[in-house]
């Protein structure tokens, strides 16, 4: 079996209050906040963030053979989202690329094909979640994305046993095409999940011969809010053991929060504690972990914990904004031509610069080229180009400008020329910040979101 050998976490910049959203309807929550994934971002790109930060920890000798991307919602139909991830972090063309899409408990099937496997794979599990104006899923849910690296050890966390239980009853679900999901009454959800997933905790539990008294971290995670309620308050952990949810900060993010809650444990276990994870969806998944003495080593390597994420999120989004993101609003367009369509050949062409961020640099002269070129600009050498990725190369902002005019969902269009350490200079729009904030300059990191 492979072993987890690094994770990373993506907790989106913005944070949507809910008493927002109930000063502007009236009714609904007023306590928390939930995490938005911005305008210009999707499950994808939010993806690609999580993989960078596991990538950036995992051990130099670890090479993935696989990698899937799991999620209820896929920027794509009829195509692999998990291509574009591929082409980002510029993995070999013999890496293959899988999307395990639609339905909750695909995240957990993914992440249990890939610790099945004998070949190093990247699992990444990202959502975009959105509901109804007003309803209890926009209120309660969140965006976010969470990558495991699984290969040869030594792994963070030794799996000591698992249970699963499985019963079809209709308790969730979404038609295809459809905005939002359908909910059935609370209370039969929770007649229907406590069962199952009490038989997974206790079958897990079993297997890995410890009691529940032993569990020093206990993660619960699933879309029916009270079945999970019921199912921490049945199995007599003690209190010290139970780890926030998060839904408070950041939402409950679907298929990414079993592994979000997971990554916000590992940041903080000593090794040698238990962790038992339970996961519910279409009926109950559940394993029991156990750290390592890697996870001290692994500290010192790895880019941000979830907990910085969250400290470093801004809440005041206008929940007007937010339904203008999400679809829910109309409204005018600049009156402006619209931003020309990709086309399909030049981003075949492209790819490594448009997905990767991998400008050339002249083997003769060291200059960079952004966008890549066969001639360089400074001595005029002809195909003396080597590839040099940029994608986590810090830059500094020389100039910038503030267009109202520019076609944009979410107006206006920063746009600042960055130079990036060691060479190379490239206009790039910026994103999460508003004009006229002092520390505008400062949150220009459109480098990062174009790959």
């Known amino acids: 079996m492979a072993e987890l050998v690094a994770y990373g976490a993506y907790v989106p910049y913005w944070r949507l209050e809910r008493a927002a959203i109930a000063a502007v309807l009236g009714t609904g929550a007023t306590k928390g906040s939930r995490s938005v994934s911005s305008f210009d971002e999707d499950s994808t790109s939010m993806a690609v963030e999580a993989s960078r930060v596991a990538v950036a920890a995992a ?4 090479h993935p053979s696989a990698m899937i991307l799991s999620t209820t919602s ?28 639609g339905a909750v408990r695909s995240g ?25 104006a007003g309803g209890a899923d ?33 308790e969730r679900w979404r038609t295809p095409g459809a905005p939002s999901s359908g909910v059935w009454e609370e209370r039969f ?35 029916h809010a009270r079945a999970v309620r019921s199912l921490i308050g049945s199995l007599g952990v003690s209190s010290s053991a139970i780890s926030d949810d998060l839904t408070g900060t950041v939402g409950n993010t679907a298929i990414a929060h079993a592994g979000l809650l997971l990554a916000d ?52 989004l206008p929940y007007a904004k937010f339904l203008r993101w999400r679809g829910s609003l109309q409204f005018e367009p600049p009156r402006r031509p619209d931003p020309d369509s990709p086309a399909a050949p030049p981003s075949l062409r492209n790819e490594a610069w448009k997905f990767g961020f991998t400008a050339s640099q002249c083997e003769a002269c060291g200059t960079r080229h952004l966008p890549p070129a066969r001639v360089c600009h400074h001595c005029h050498a002809v195909d003396q180009m080597s590839e040099v990725c940029l994608a986590n190369v810090t830059g500094t902002i020389r100039t910038y400008t503030v267009d109202h005019l520019a076609f944009s969902l979410s ?16 206009p790039h729009r910026g994103a999460d910040r508003s004009a006229g904030e002092d520390d505008l300059p400062a949150a220009v990191h459109s480098a990062e979101r174009s790959s």
């Not at 051990?59 to 670890?62: E, G, I, K, T, Y």
């Not at 959800?189 to 020093?216: F, H, M, N, R, T």
């Not at 009926?283 to 880019?303: H, I, K, N, P």
């Open 265 to 316: 444990v590992l940041d903080r276990a000593e090794p040698g504690q238990t962790i038992l994870v339970v996961q519910l969806a279409d009926g109950a998944d559940a394993v029991v972990l156990r750290t390592t003495d890697a996870l001290s080593a692994y500290r010192e390597r790895r880019v941000t914990t979830v907990a910085e994420q969250i400290t470093a999120g801004r809440s005041g």
């Open 74 to 101: 896929p920027a794509y139909q009829d195509k692999t989202n998990a291509t574009a991830i591929h082409a980002a972090l510029r993995l070999p063309q013999s890496v293959a690329a899988y999307d395990f899409v």
């Open 189 to 223: 959800g929770e007649i229907a999940y406590l069962p199952l997933a009490q038989a997974a905790a206790v079958d897990a539990l079993k297997s890995a011969g410890i009691d529940i008294g032993e569990v020093d971290h206990l993660d619960v995670a699933g879309l």
């Open 411 to 426: 107006p206006p269009v920063v746009t600042a020329v960055v130079d990036f350490d060691g060479g190379g200079r490239r």
């Open 59 to 62: 051990p130099a000798c670890w």
């Open 138 to 170: 926009e209120a309660s849910n969140g965006d976010a994305a969470v990558a495991f690296a699984f290969g040869e050890g030594p792994g963070l966390v030794e799996a000591l046993g698992a249970g699963s239980s499985t019963e079809e009853f209709l």
């Open 108 to 132: 957990t099937g993914a992440l249990r094909f890939a610790q099945a496997s004998a070949t190093p794979s990247l699992v990444v599990l990202s959502d975009v979640r959105t509901g109804l």
